[in-house]
């Protein structure tokens, strides 16, 4: 399964960015879909993950608000609208995916994903 990110960008504080992460095949209905980000001199870190079937979606904290993960299974993409951006928000954004069906305690560990994206970047100026 190969995933393919993309819609980073610049953008001045306040503003919004969507990014889209396009799946090449279909998988198990238990497959996880995340967004990671790393930002500069920092470790890859959980931004916002689901089921790719569907139910709970969880948020870091940090975006809680902010960001909305959503999917589109026609298109076998999902989406992270990301509003009212900060400069912390900056970073390489990355979306990942696995065959396991992660939960609340396991869906933040990069560990458990076995399918990355090549990374899109995001900056947010002031």
């Known amino acids: 399964v190969q995933l393919q990110a993309s819609g980073g960008g610049l953008v001045q504080t306040g503003g919004s960015l969507r990014l889209s992460c396009a799946r090449s095949?279909?998988?198990?209905?238990?497959?996880?879909i995340a967004w990671f980000r790393q930002a500069p001199g920092k470790e890859r870190s959980f931004v916002a993950g689901t089921r790719w079937s569907g139910g709970t979606i969880y948020y870091t904290d940090s975006v809680k608000g902010r960001f909305t993960l959503s999917r589109d299974n026609a298109k076998n993409t999902v989406y992270l609208q990301m509003n009212n951006l900060k400069s912390e928000d900056t970073g390489v954004y990355y979306c990942?995916?696995?065959?396991?069906?992660?939960?609340?305690?396991?869906?933040?560990?990069?560990?458990?994903?076995?399918?990355w994206g090549q990374g899109t970047q995001v900056t947010v100026s002031s």
């Open positions: 990942a995916g696995t065959t396991r069906g992660l939960i609340l305690t396991t869906i933040r560990s990069e560990t458990q994903y076995n399918y």
């Open positions: 095949e279909r998988t198990s209905s238990s497959y996880t």
